[in-house]
């Protein structure tokens, strides 16, 4: 029994002796920047400090391999005439993904020799916004209602094939109910489970736990109602604790019930820094290794960070950007109208 108690007291001092992380305190930040000429790039893939991909409008698509001493770029041209504007990209672990918007919905293969088409949608509503792969096999994407429910593809076999869950397994839309593809962040994924944010007549959170197969629907206190307004992005620190951010892109300056977080999942959220910047955003992301607490929100009216998971916030950059996304705790890719951008972090 003394041995017992002894080996609890032991594992009870361990746990209590884990330092708490202290965050940042950010006040300004540089960043590398590279010109991307004819296109405007919405979707990031960013793999480490240094290789990152992206695809933009025009049907252009490019990497660097060496941290951005040189790029790779190409254009793709479908039957000719379609050059598809891409606002989707994704990484399975061994391929690149990169899916269109606009009819024909078009989802690529991608590599440095060639580009094949995996999934193709034809209708007239058909507009996809976001794609996430959750491991090496299991892959989603999903867009603006076609019917009466989200558009949702996904794949069991690493992005060989795709296929589209029917209404009848979806939660039902509100009429005027979509989506942003403002930055490729309207899908996070963290295990099996998957989180997507709408906006526009209804702001909400429809969340998987099981890779697609069954879902259900949660209310959030961000501005809603107009086709401008709702929730832009989403990101989750771990299965509990998240963040969702957006506003009115026709009013970028208001923020007033523009960013929320949540401590249990995704069910309920709580308005913060509500009436205080940051105002409009279309990306948010947590830190790495930072426990929750270090998270940059960056748009067209620049870029904020908060060190206390975004209850408070401080502007530090007036550089417009669409998306970023960090590789780890000091370095991060971001992007933006004809120009992609290196962050880096002490």
């Known amino acids: 029994m003394k041995q017992i108690i002894l080996f609890l007291g032991a594992i009870f001092l361990l746990s209590s002796c884990k330092k708490e992380y202290k965050a940042r305190n950010i006040v300004s930040v540089d960043i590398n920047e590279f010109e991307i000429d004819s296109t405007s ?39 000719d005439s379609i050059k598809p504007y891409f606002r989707s990209i994704a990484s399975n672990g061994s391929a690149i993904f990169a899916l269109s918007i606009g009819n024909p919905a078009l989802l690529y293969k991608l590599d440095e020799l060639e580009s094949d088409v995996v999934y193709k949608e034809e209708h007239e509503k058909v507009f996809y916004d976001s794609m996430k792969f959750f491991d090496s096999t299991n892959g989603i994407a999903m867009g603006d209602p076609t019917e009466d429910c989200l558009s949702i593809i996904i794949t069991r076999d690493g992005g060989k094939t ?15 109910e979509a989506a942003f593809a403002a930055s490729n962040t309207n899908i996070k994924v963290l295990g099996t489970t998957a989180w997507i944010v709408t906006g526009g007549k209804k702001a909400r959170i429809f969340k998987t736990t099981d890779y697609g197969d069954t879902w259900e629907v949660y209310t959030t206190p961000i501005v809603q109602g107009e086709g401008s307004q709702g929730i832009y992005s989403v990101d989750f620190a771990d299965e509990n604790n998240g963040i969702i951010i957006g506003g009115d892109y026709s009013k970028p300056k208001g923020n007033i019930a523009n ?15 509500d009436g205080q910047d940051p105002n409009y955003k279309s990306c ?8 929750g607490k270090e998270v940059f929100a960056v748009g067209k009216t620049g870029i904020s960070f908060s060190n206390d998971g975004g209850i408070t916030w401080k502007e530090v ?13 000091h370095h991060a890719w971001l992007a933006g109208n004809k120009k992609v951008g290196k962050l880096s972090l002490q």
């Open 317 to 329: 950059s007036k550089e417009p950007y669409y998306v970023i996304q960090f590789v780890n705790k």
């Open 284 to 291: 948010v992301q947590y830190v790495p290794d930072t426990d």
């Open 162 to 176: 795709w296929s589209k869950i029917p209404c009848s397994k979806l939660p039902k839309v509100a009429e005027g």
């Open 41 to 79: 790039i919405r979707s990031i893939q960013a793999i480490d400090q240094n290789t990152f991909y992206y695809a933009g409008s025009n049907g252009k698509i490019g990497h660097t391999k060496d941290g951005g001493k040189t790029w790779f770029h190409q254009k793709i041209t479908y039957q």
């Open 259 to 273: 960013k929320a977080i949540t401590k249990d999942g995704g069910k309920t959220w709580l308005l913060v820094a």
